[in-house]
DNA sequence: CATTGTGAACGGGTTCACAGCA
DNA sequence: TGCTGTGAACCCGTTCACAATG
């Protein structure tokens, strides 16, 4: 089966089959199902062969599939068989708190560069980060190679940010403000807003 | 148009109207078209117009839409003409950055409930919350009715507190735990994790 | 015999295109 | 003329069902 335009939506799950599997190696399981991993996620059997039939034939009949296999197999479909890394832009509560999160590195990532426009902050520390200058966005982003900015800033500047970030060489952005991007064909954005969700819950409560 | 079983994925898409088009009213628009706020939101206009149809006929033919009068159109809908109470159920560092978030106020939402299970926190302030012992949740949301959580414990706990919830009469839960969790029919559960949506464009990067 | 991989059938969401109307 | 509301057409993702196979 050729890999010629997987459907985004297949990509947008593979990840959280990666999610299972590493928790079931943890809980030393070595062999599974397209059925049970589906149970575990909430997804129907067909889907997840579906969809890993995209890339490969993984798994053996009669048998299912190896753990341990699977796992590096989805890795390296997803190319986190190598370090990512990330610039923070914004450090507020929120960018402060994802400076602190331990929970990249096991999962391929690690921030290196943290920027603010707050001369309160600039030069200050955040974990093992010195919080840089907004303004030398362009030359660090450049220098360092980074290709993947987390966006944490009020939704006023978010945009104006997004387009020094772009014009510096970032690729992705996972946008935290409250505001549609707008970005150059190819960049991609993914956007997280937990206000969104929550109203999305209200409409079935009452 | 009957409002029987609006598909879940419209009703997704009702909060990022809601969103955009308070931000016009912000910008001094007083009327828009299907077309305009689509360009905003990345949107066709055609899908803005199926969607609102859903629900009744809410525009001017020639004119288009009244800013003011769709926005309240969709705080009925979406249930957001009163407050909603939030329990935050974890406060780590991520807990800690949304209880002093200021956001979630003129959207709709407030923190009113607090819990952890580290002795440390139990009692300490954050911003104008006193941290609760987790193991006072169930009295806790059935004295105060709070229907929704914010749940950002370890992994390895979520499941557990999430039955407890479920038990204590929450109805819908935004899960920041990086695991999926199994809920009884009729609870609402959305779920964030940033690593997943790094992991997802990853695939196109290299 | 359990389970995969997959063509075919199905279903439902999106887009199209246009009548209707201010 | 400009834009809405909507049935119909279209498209695409999901499910079905089964041949293939260790």
Not at 50 to 71: A, C, N, R, W
Not at 129 to 146: F, K, N
Not at 156 to 166: F, G, I, R
Request: hydrophobic share 45%; aromatic share 6%.
């Amino acid at each position: 089966m050729a890999e010629q335009s997987v459907p985004d939506i297949v990509i947008g799950r593979l990840p959280r089959y990666l999610q299972a599997l590493e928790r079931m190696r943890l809980e030393g399981i070595t062999t599974t199902s397209s059925l049970e991993l589906g149970q575990r996620l909430g997804i129907s059997a067909a889907q997840i062969r579906k969809d890993l039939s995209h890339f490969g034939e993984f798994g053996k009949q009669g048998t299912g599939y190896s753990v341990e296999f699977l796992i590096e197999q989805l890795r390296a479909i997803l190319n986190l068989n190598r370090m990512w890394d990330l610039a923070l832009v914004g450090v507020g509560d929120l960018g402060s708190a994802l400076a602190r999160y331990q929970g990249f590195t096991n999962r391929g990532f690690r921030i290196v560069l943290a920027f603010d426009n707050d001369p309160q902050k600039i030069g200050k520390r955040i974990g093992h980060l010195v919080i840089e200058d907004s303004a030398t966005i362009p030359e660090r982003i450049r220098q360092t190679g980074v290709k993947i900015a987390m966006l944490t800033v009020p939704a006023a500047e978010a945009q104006k940010v997004t387009d020094c970030l772009v014009e510096a060489g970032i690729r992705a952005i996972l946008n935290y403000a409250p505001i549609h991007l707008v970005v150059p064909p190819g960049i991609i954005v993914e956007h997280i807003d937990p206000i969104l969700k929550l109203q999305h819950m209200t409409y079935y409560l009452d």
